[in-house]
């Protein structure tokens, strides 16, 4: 059984850079897509991006400009960078494996990772 | 960008009610529309994918069906454990959410 797990800071400080990290456990991260996804507090889910196999990488358009996915394969780690950050920017954050046959949909989720952007 | 848009925002039913819940996208996005139930405090769960199949574990009460821009998550009988937010994905082009659609007890 696959499973995921978000870390990184809860609290980051307006106009600096969110980092967050998931680890893989369960199984490898070759072959599929790895995204992240956040849900501000009472609000719904946004998209921000995934990752597959280190190198193919897509962002939603509206978050393209600040958002950077990258991934460490030795390490069943992916990770996520979100630079500029504003109260907007306030959110659970989950990472999931994306299948990316018959529908392209999300799996295996970590269980959220609260970051507020806060001064 | 694709929208889906969801109705409604939010009902209330009893158990053993038959619960109907649509999804709307602005364009065809056939067959990449996917369903998953949220609890408070948990990630959201893959319910159904490719519009009607039904992801390993789930209840068999759950259904889901539907085609070009309209899609449909049924839940035959409503139990107790079904009291939750659920949402439709497209990932037609990227993946976009639907709003999501409350579920609460009458």
């Known amino acids: 059984q696959v499973q995921l797990q978000e870390s990184g800071p809860g609290l980051v400080k307006p106009s600096e850079t969110l980092s967050l990290t998931c680890t893989v456990s369960g199984g490898s991260m070759s072959d599929y897509y790895w995204s992240w996804i956040r849900q501000p507090p009472g609000k719904g889910l946004e998209w921000i991006g995934y990752i597959y196999n280190s190198a193919g990488i897509n962002y939603n358009p509206s978050l393209r400009s600040r958002a950077t996915i990258s991934a460490d394969t030795s390490k069943n780690q992916f990770s996520l960078k979100l630079t500029s950050v504003t109260a907007a920017d306030t959110a659970v954050y989950y990472c999931?494996?994306?299948?990316?046959?018959?529908?392209?949909?999300?799996?295996?989720w970590g269980q959220g990772s609260l970051v507020t952007v806060f001064s | 960008d694709i929208q889906m848009t969801q109705s409604p925002s939010s009902l209330s039913a009893s158990v053993g009610d038959r619960v109907t819940i649509t999804c709307r996208a602005s364009q065809n996005i056939s067959p990449f529309l996917n369903w998953y139930q949220q609890k408070p405090g948990k990630a959201p769960e893959l319910l159904i994918y490719?519009?009607?199949t039904l992801h390993s574990g789930v209840p068999s009460r759950f259904s889901g069906s539907g085609s070009g821009t309209d899609f449909t998550l049924t839940i035959g009988s409503l139990q107790p454990e079904d009291f939750a937010t659920y949402y439709c994905?497209?990932?037609?082009?990227?993946?976009?959410f639907g709003q999501g659609t409350k579920v609460e007890i009458k």
């Open positions: 490719e519009a009607s």
């Open positions: 999931a494996r994306l299948i990316a046959v018959a529908g392209n949909f999300l799996d295996f």
């Open positions: 994905q497209q990932s037609y082009n990227a993946l976009t």
